[in-house]
């Protein structure tokens, strides 16, 4: 096998020339700067690529790396809203907000709001006021380093370097991000207040309180439950009613960017939030090892919906390629799984060359060639080429698939019959 290295074919192109508008042009000049602020475009940065590329051109070269990889982990705390039950549980394992002793006991629902869930309202606004922020902010700033600057080399870095989602695609992908945002946010407000004001979890904080082995145990049993459980609850929104009514809207973005992985149903991205804390109330969990895990999973989220080209490193055999979940967005149900490509293997649905996916074909397995029609082996060479083979390992587009040889398939298929 190949060592996995994550590699990052991402060159530094010149600083475009400047360019000054014709006088002809200064009303639509001046149209533009009114949507320069406009919130609800990621893509601010488009506006200002000529001053941002000089900055970033006295940026050394590993600083470079060092700051967009820590941009793409600020993304994911923006996303999930994470960041500030982090906040309180940082804040209570240095001492500085120590847990209560006992709660009053509850008698009404009133008393259990004002005792439980104090202080609610500053969490929610500074929850959300902070995740927008960074997921606007940082956003743009994603979205000027791949997209703006590289799009003309999008042959040496992007999955699908010919393909790129339209403007009506990109604001729908942006409106329902800042919805599902707004979602996840106010969750993640509602379980900080909780933890902050004493509610109870298993979470601890000590990190020998259940014994130096469960401290490192707990790792692995935390990440496995999370992507087994997410592997299941994602097929499970592939079936034909909750694909339909719920994560067909997630599925609009066949060419899917950093900011596609928000963009879900308000209602399936808060199944999986919930599914994803469990932990902190099942069982003694550690609140840095959770957290910890959970940094990896969004940091990777990003990474596998950003349509680029990177590969896992050596030391993650487990971790598909981005190409393998751009693959799920450009064949619809197929490659389930997110951080471990193990469970796809298990349940027979990773991709096959042999095989035809489309939206109409549920539940992964997708269609025999030898039973396509005509209309749908088309289709599917047509998309199989506009793969880039940079995207695989080696270079090597294994799934590459001639008409010579989906013939010699049909003339065995028969022979058998």
């Known amino acids: 096998m190949a060592p996995r290295t994550r590699t990052q074919v991402i060159s530094e192109p010149p600083a475009p020339a400047p360019a000054a508008p014709p006088a002809a042009e200064a009303k639509a000049s ?5 949507q320069r ?3 609800t475009s990621l893509t601010w940065s488009e506006h200002y690529s000529e001053g941002m590329e000089k900055g970033w051109a006295r940026v050394p070269g590993t600083l470079k790396k060092i700051l967009v990889t820590l941009a793409v982990f600020t993304m994911g705390l923006a996303m999930s809203g994470d960041w500030v039950v982090i ?24 008393s259990f709001i004002d005792t439980r869930f104090k202080d609610f309202t500053h969490f929610w606004i500074w929850s959300n006021i902070v995740s927008y922020s960074l997921y606007f902010g940082i956003g743009g700033f994603l979205h000027w380093y791949f997209y703006v600057r590289q799009r003309a080399s999008a042959a040496e870095w992007k999955c699908q370097p010919n393909s790129w989602l339209s403007t009506d695609l990109e604001l729908h992908e942006i ?18 207040c909780w933890i902050y004001n004493g509610g109870w979890s298993s979470v601890y904080y000590d990190w020998d309180a259940y014994g130096a082995a469960w401290f490192f145990l707990q790792v692995p049993v935390i990440f496995l439950y999370q992507d087994y459980v997410t592997y299941l609850l994602h097929r499970a929104y592939h079936t034909p009613w909750l694909y339909k009514h719920f994560h067909k809207l997630h599925h609009k973005y066949k060419h899917p960017t950093a900011f596609s992985v928000t963009a879900i149903h308000p209602v399936e991205v808060l199944h999986i939030q919930i599914t994803l804390c469990l932990p902190l109330f099942a069982f003694p969990t550690h609140w840095a090892t959770f957290y910890t895990i959970a940094l990896y999973t969004y940091y990777h989220g990003i990474i596998d919906h950003s349509g680029i080209n990177f590969k896992a490193y050596w030391w993650q055999p487990w971790q598909p390629d981005a190409i393998f979940h751009d693959n799920h967005h450009q064949y619809f149900h197929v490659n ?5 490509w193990v469970w796809d293997k298990l349940h027979g649905t990773y991709r096959r060359k042999d095989r035809v996916y489309t939206e109409d074909t549920f539940y992964g397995r997708g269609k ?3 039973d396509a029609t005509q209309e749908e082996l088309a289709q599917d060479l047509k998309e199989r080429i506009s793969e880039n083979p940079r995207a695989y390992r080696n270079d090597n587009m294994e799934f590459a698939l001639s008409e010579e040889e989906v013939k010699n398939m049909k003339q065995k298929s028969s022979s058998r019959r």
């Open 87 to 110: 906040l309180v549980h940082l804040r209570r394992q240095l001492g500085l907000d120590p847990i209560p002793e006992s709660l009053p006991p509850a008698t009404t629902l009133r």
């Open 30 to 34: 001046e149209a533009a700067d009114k």
């Open 37 to 39: 602020w406009n919130p």
């Open 175 to 192: 409106k329902l991000g800042s919805l599902s945002l707004l979602c996840t946010g106010s969750f993640s407000s509602v379980l900080a």
């Open 336 to 340: 389930f799984g997110f951080n471990c």
């Open 368 to 370: 025999a060639l030898t």
